[in-house]
């Protein structure tokens, strides 16, 4: 994958292109799931296609203008940078709030974008382009006020701010949520083939502390490392790196640290009592951060966690 700060010009466009053409195509998808049932707000999201679709056009013009008539399909999936979120076919069956909600956020991310791609533009009529697109979109009404006001009852409203907040989460605290979930889980087995295998707390949690501690740099490392958080708006690519490798290593601390416990017997116990708890907390999280139904959500983290947790067992017992 391309860093979104190695895009050239061309490609910038070209990115550009799809991702208008794809936002289009995901608010029409929204409208015609909402036109039975929600016949005023499907006429907003309907709107909202013909604008990016007229967007798509503009730019198009400018790419064939200088670059000719071939345009190279790269989407957003193709360049690091970029939040991640659900494609718009499912989100069109999780209701009316869960589609308001996505492009709330879209209409941030569309801003940011061609802030940033105008900034790294050379060509001073693209550039000038992508300057206005960037003005379009943060001179939107939000579609919480389009929903309110032209359309729709004022109590269908969401504000700018909620946006920024789910951006926020999207971008800022599930990463971290990640490095925690992983750290809890990835490190149950070696710390207990350590503990089967040794009979030793002191061992246990040496090699209990070495995997939490290596896998906090990993994940770390390849979060600092992901983008530069230019694009996505996610903070200093240190700082990120930071908070994800710290978040990972307390997650796996939480279940070394009763090896401290002289008595084994009890340590143990006292561990796989923490590890019980850590896996109802992910659960929770995935169903309350990430859109997970909290059952399936438990049974995915029950049966994952309990997968690793009995590896380190026989392991540790061979």
Do not use: C
């Amino acid at each position: 994958m391309k860093s979104f700060s190695a895009l050239t010009e061309q490609e910038l466009l070209a990115l550009a292109i799809s991702s208008e053409e794809d936002d289009a195509r995901g608010y029409a998808a929204f409208a015609n799931a909402l036109s039975p049932t929600y016949p005023a707000s499907a006429k907003v999201f309907h709107e909202m296609a013909e604008e990016e679709y007229e967007h798509r056009d503009r730019l198009t013009s400018a790419y064939t203008k200088k670059f000719g008539d071939f345009i190279p399909l790269i989407r957003r999936a193709d360049v690091t940078g970029f939040v991640r979120h659900k494609p718009a076919w499912n989100i069109a069956g999780m209701g009316i709030d869960a589609m308001r909600d996505h492009a709330e956020v879209i209409e941030l991310e569309n801003a940011r974008f061609y802030t940033q791609a105008a900034a790294q533009a050379s060509d001073l009529g693209i550039k000038d382009l992508l300057l206005k697109l960037a003005a379009a979109e943060k001179g939107h009404e939000s579609l919480a006020r389009k929903l309110g006001q032209e359309h729709v009852t004022v109590d269908a409203a969401t504000s700018e701010k909620e946006a920024e907040r789910r951006l926020f989460l999207l971008q800022v605290i599930q990463p971290g949520l990640v490095g925690l979930m992983d750290g809890s889980v990835s490190t149950l087995a070696p710390l207990f083939a350590a503990a089967f295998a040794t009979g030793s707390t002191w061992e246990t949690f040496l090699v209990g502390l070495a995997a939490s501690v290596g896998a906090g740099i990993s994940m770390g490392l390849a979060e600092g490392l992901s983008d530069d958080g230019k694009l996505t708006g996610r903070g200093h690519p240190l700082i990120r790196g930071l908070s994800a490798g710290i978040m990972t290593t307390l997650g796996g601390l939480g279940h070394a640290l009763p090896y401290l416990i002289p008595d084994f017997a009890l340590a143990t116990w006292v561990a796989v009592i923490v590890v019980f708890f850590e896996l109802w907390a992910i659960s929770w999280v995935r169903y309350r951060y990430m859109d997970t139904p909290f059952l399936k959500a438990a049974f995915q983290v029950a049966v994952g966690g309990f997968l690793v947790f009995l590896t380190g067992i026989l392991i540790g017992s061979a």
